[in-house]
DNA sequence: ATTTCTTTTCTATTATTCTAGAATAATAGT
DNA sequence: ACTATTATTCTAGAATAATAGAAAAGAAAT
């Protein structure tokens, strides 16, 4: 993972709402969630939290897609595995061991 | 981990400069190295540095100690390893396994 | 004591981010 | 067509963050 990029997913999910929303659709796992579910869960205006999960996106965390009215939103896995390994491998090597 | 408190690190690790300074603390190992040597590292003005580096400190990734005229920093191992905690046990369970 | 070295603090400027109300868009059911 | 539902975009105010020059502080050497 480039360094710029890295950086910028760890910027967005260092926002509490963000990361608030992506554990949310991390554990919710590959079925994802509603944005109104969301909405449900972290209990902030529509506006707001399209704009936070707009970065969310913007930062390849999570994907959406569109199923009629609703958009679906789903964590995205590999990108995730990716900033860990960035933190693992190419920053913090030695202090802790990735294995899968 | 507190859910603020890994919120308050990731973010401040999203920031390409303090991003850039932690991973050379990190690589710079125990000795660590005085903010002299971190500044010819990134190449901005002292103050800038300086703010930067206060971040790092007040979200404890970071500890610098005083010797003589010269302020040696280091990264904090543990508090690193449980922002990788976090994200792997708390946040993205079964994604990754983390060992060590 | 003065000078030098290292780093911070002060101060100001510029830019970005956060928040949310209002309006708009997209889809689907009646 | 009308209505309801779901979600985004627009807009703007408030708050926060980033940057860096200048001054100050702390520590050692001459």
């Known amino acids: 993972m480039e360094f710029d990029d890295a950086a910028k997913k760890l910027a967005e999910l260092g926002h509490p709402v963000?990361?608030?929303?992506?554990?949310?659709?991390?554990?919710?796992?590959?079925?994802?969630?509603?944005?109104?579910a969301i909405q449900a869960h972290v209990g902030i205006p529509n506006s707001t939290l399209s704009h936070h999960l707009a970065h969310l996106v913007s930062a390849g965390l999570i994907t959406?897609?569109?199923?009629?009215?609703?958009?679906?939103?789903?964590?995205?896995?590999?990108?995730?595995?990716?900033?860990?390994?960035?933190?693992?491998?190419?920053c913090c090597a030695g202090v802790v061991q990735i294995q899968g």
Chains 1, 2 share one sequence.
């Open 18 to 36: 963000r990361l608030k929303v992506f554990r949310l659709l991390v554990q919710a796992g590959l079925e994802g969630l509603p944005v109104k």
């Open 64 to 90: 959406q897609t569109r199923e009629g009215r609703i958009l679906r939103c789903r964590a995205s896995y590999p990108e995730i595995k990716q900033v860990l390994d960035f933190l693992l491998q190419d």
